[in-house]
């Protein structure tokens, strides 16, 4: 049975460019409409994460980076007053895996991905019945020394493999912050910072959405595009 795998960094809601309301449940239905298997999101505050399942209609699992400044119900009003201004500072920065609820899932952790004294990246795993074990991570922005997200990408693909059983498909998704190196085994990386990489499994192509496929009554939805590829 071929699986659609999505993955998005969704800008902590803002559009692209930002502006002072934000468009976080228009990302999530969006990304749900056509019903994906397993859907990778990055870049999420932490308000928003109770209420995904309700949002998307799949089963959510969540891995929080960094812990919102003050409570959530808080963190979120103020950062609704200008959503372009206040984002990861206020309201804490999360990742999840969303799978669709016809799939038997289940989570397998979180680990910490970045060096001390670095902002707190993680990378999470959610093993999904008939597919195989998905990681998903979120990697630092560090354009000036491209060593730093390769390490915390190699850290999260040991990460994935460590939770997978023998012979079992491992899926690494996210936002790597870089184009890895071509790893044995796994599907070639995409174009841009975004990816989806399969091991053990065959894959289709990855598909980067278009611009206009995010744009909605003229606003472009994050500064990110979706990527997808099938498996299987």
């Not at 800008?11 to 468009?23: I, L, S, T, V």
């Not at 995409?190 to 744009?215: S, Y």
């Amino acid at each position: 049975m071929p699986f659609l795998v999505r993955s998005w960094n969704l800008f902590h809601g803002n559009a692209d460019p930002p502006r002072r309301r934000g468009y976080l449940r228009a990302m999530v239905d969006l990304a749900c409409a056509d019903a994906p298997d397993v859907l990778c999101l990055q870049e999420l505050p932490v308000w928003s994460l109770p209420r995904l399942d309700d949002w998307s209609g799949m089963q959510a699992f969540r891995a929080v980076a960094r812990a919102p400044l003050w409570p959530g119900p808080l963190s979120a009003a103020v950062t609704r007053l200008h959503q372009g201004v206040f984002r990861s500072a206020l309201a804490g920065q999360a990742n999840a895996v969303l799978v669709a609820r016809r799939h038997r899932a289940e989570d397998l952790g979180h680990e910490r991905i970045s060096d001390p004294g670095r902002e707190r990246r993680v990378v999470q795993a959610v093993r999904v019945a008939g597919l195989g074990v998905v990681g998903n991570l979120h990697a630092t922005n560090d354009f000036r020394r491209p060593e730093v997200p390769l390490a915390e990408v190699a850290r999260a693909r040991a990460f994935a493999e460590r939770r997978a059983a023998p012979g079992e498909t491992v899926v690494l998704a996210g936002d790597c912050n870089v184009v890895p190196p071509r790893v044995e085994g796994y599907s070639d990386p995409g174009p841009a910072l975004d990816h989806v990489l399969v091991r053990g499994a065959p894959a289709g192509p990855l598909l980067v959405w278009p611009r206009e496929r995010r744009v909605q009554n003229g606003v472009v939805l994050s500064d990110h595009a979706p990527v997808e590829l099938v498996i299987g």
